[in-house]
């Protein structure tokens, strides 16, 4: 399968738009997984901590590694820290307490792998070199890599970061609208694990927010488009997450969510939808990025986009038993027989 185009392939410099990948998966821990990137991509393998590894100087880029788990490596705040007196015993003390600290962290990595997945963080690849990425789902399954349906306690899933083609408000606000209309649809042909439906990470967003992100009088500027975001979305955990692309565009916004180390500031969408499917044929990056391009191209098409957001408004604001009328009467259209 090959990865069809966005309506706009570059971005602002005029460079062919990337996509970062992130996966998760059980089976494989850092290293070995590490040892197969570097396999398939070239690099070198970097340890950066007992669970964390980097594959340093591939064709686009370093991946890194992990337990995903912020608990199973060092804090990296505490490694940067002084000794809070210039003395040697201050010294000591504070180089004991980082010892103790990494220490421990790894032990906690040790006790948990197998229990956590292992996460693959890709560095941003050009859209149209998506198919040959995908080499990496079929080697990992090869070795031994779990996906979503390979139990009930996997809730894997597999996100996308897309290259933004523009940062003005009007692009990123018909993009916002397109996946709104688009996310039943797209959870239907995912097929949503049901572990991952139960779990938080990627919730839908709420039903009265919807809706006011496509009522037609909706023309917010930047920072109204945000703080309406945080007012009906104080977490990361959306199907598509947009805190990475605001903190980009807005990095000192005061709100704490946005100091948050695990919101990596860049100019993308995080699109967090997908299961990891290893065990399924032909499934990669590929197959979620043509579902995604579907996104695209519908907020490209302003005018179709305009009718299908109004007509989204007008059934949802309607009364319950509207509703209902409307049901039965496209029912009966459908079991009447044709003349």
């Not at 970097?46 to 686009?60: D, F, K, L, N």
């Not at 139990?151 to 009007?170: I, K, M, Q, R, T």
Request: hydrophobic content about 35%; charged content about 25%; proline content about 9%.
């Amino acid at each position: 399968m090959l990865p069809q185009s966005p309506p706009e392939p570059l971005n602002v410099q005029g460079r062919t738009r990337r996509v970062g990948v992130e996966i998760e998966f059980a089976g494989l821990p850092p290293q070995q997984t590490g040892e197969l990137v570097c396999d398939l991509f070239g690099g070198e393998l970097q340890p950066i901590s007992p669970h964390r590894y980097r594959v340093a100087g591939t064709r686009w880029g370093d991946f890194t590694i992990e337990l995903d788990t912020q608990y199973a490596h060092p804090d990296a705040r505490l490694q940067e820290t002084s000794p809070r007196h210039d003395t040697e015993w201050e010294r000591q003390r504070h180089q004991m307490r980082l010892e103790f600290h990494n220490k421990t962290r790894e032990l906690i990595g040790d006790v948990v792998t197998g229990l956590v997945p292992t996460e693959i963080v890709s560095p941003p690849v050009p859209w149209d070199e998506l198919g040959e990425f995908d080499a990496l789902f079929t080697a990992l399954y090869a070795h031994g890599a779990k996906g979503t349906d390979a139990s009930l306690l996997y809730g894997f899933g597999l996100h996308l970061n897309p290259e933004a083609a523009h940062l003005d408000v009007d692009y990123l606000l018909a993009q916002f609208r397109a996946y709104l209309l688009l996310a039943p649809w797209l959870r239907r042909e995912i097929d949503i694990d049901i572990t991952r439906e139960v779990l938080p990470h990627a919730n839908p967003f709420p039903k009265h927010y919807a809706l006011k992100v496509l009522d037609p009088d909706y023309a917010p500027d930047l920072d109204v488009l945000i703080a309406d975001y945080l007012e009906f979305n104080p977490t990361r955990n959306r199907e598509l997450d947009f805190y990475p692309l605001f903190a980009h565009l807005r990095p000192d916004y005061p709100d704490p969510l946005f100091c948050d180390n695990l919101i990596k500031p860049r100019p993308t969408f995080h699109y967090r939808l997908p299961n990891a499917q290893l065990s399924q044929r032909g499934w990669g990056a590929v197959v979620e990025w043509n579902r995604w391009v579907a996104v695209e191209r519908l907020a490209a098409d302003r005018k179709e986009l305009h009718e299908r957001a109004a007509r989204y408004v007008n059934h949802h604001t309607r009364s319950p038993l509207a509703r209902m009328v409307g049901r039965l009467c496209d029912w009966i259209k459908e079991v009447r027989p044709h003349p």
